[in-house]
């Protein structure tokens, strides 16, 4: 059982360049989540999805968009990649029904813009 | 945005001590989360509490929830070097969104 599966671990890009974040779970989970992490601080909720084809906007979207076709997958994509986007990104997932055990996350890709 | 404070910011004590350390709110708290983030890894979720003065216990770690349910605090009883990590509160929010805490950096010195 794999979990939350995220693609790239690791990442440098240029400035204005753009990057898809792959993230994919296998739990059949309907809510899913990306959260970035900036050096030092909690996780802040950048987009957030609760099935396939519905998606909204966290605390801080902007430079970002997301898609959700499928159950399974939930790519962030940075358009024009910005200094200020650097940070470590989280995706999370959980299911939408009442349960004791919550948000499962990934172990990050960690991005920096040069 | 609700405002989730933590303190201390960082903490450094021996092996075999004890530490508090606390989430603090501007608001009433829907519920609240207690993860620990290892470096290089996400955060893993130690407990949830929900209801005004509840007190959860996991091993040597005690979560209390405030009557107000606007502060939490997690006591570490004689810590061990496995403890050490970031620990991170977490409002829930409307479909399971989080709002998380600054963080405590916590190392335990063997």
């Known amino acids: 059982n794999a979990g939350v599966t995220q693609t790239p671990k690791f990442r440098i890009l240029k400035i204005g360049q753009s990057m898809t974040l792959q993230c994919t779970q296998d739990?059949?989970?309907?809510?899913m989540y990306w959260y970035r992490q900036d050096p030092g601080m909690g996780l802040k909720l950048i987009y957030y999805?609760?099935?396939?084809?519905?998606?909204d906007k966290g605390e801080v979207p902007n430079g970002y968009n997301v898609s959700r076709s499928t159950t399974e997958d939930f790519p962030l994509r940075l358009e024009l990649a910005a200094p200020s986007q650097t940070s470590v990104y989280f995706c999370?997932?959980?299911?939408?029904?009442?349960?004791?055990?919550?948000?499962?996350f990934g172990d990050g890709t960690r991005l920096s813009i040069l | 945005t609700q405002l989730l404070e933590q303190s201390p910011q960082f903490l450094s004590i021996q092996e075999g001590e004890n530490l508090t350390v606390y989430c603090n709110s501007s608001?009433?708290?829907?519920?609240l989360q207690w993860y620990r983030q290892e470096p290089g890894e996400g955060p893993v979720l130690l407990v949830t509490?929900?209801?005004?003065?509840e007190v959860k216990k996991l091993k040597r770690l005690t979560f209390q929830f405030g009557d107000a349910r606007k502060d939490s605090s997690l006591h570490i009883t004689a810590a061990q070097p496995g403890d050490t990590g970031l620990y991170l509160c977490?409002?829930?929010?409307?479909?399971?969104?989080?709002?998380f805490g600054t963080g405590t950096r916590l190392t335990i010195i063997p």
């Open positions: 999370a997932s959980r299911t939408g029904r009442p349960s004791r055990v919550l948000q499962h």
């Open positions: 739990m059949n989970h309907n809510y």
């Open positions: 999805s609760v099935g396939a084809g519905i998606t």
């Open positions: 608001s009433v708290f829907s519920s």
């Open positions: 509490v929900v209801t005004g003065g």
């Open positions: 977490a409002e829930v929010l409307r479909y399971e969104k989080l709002t």
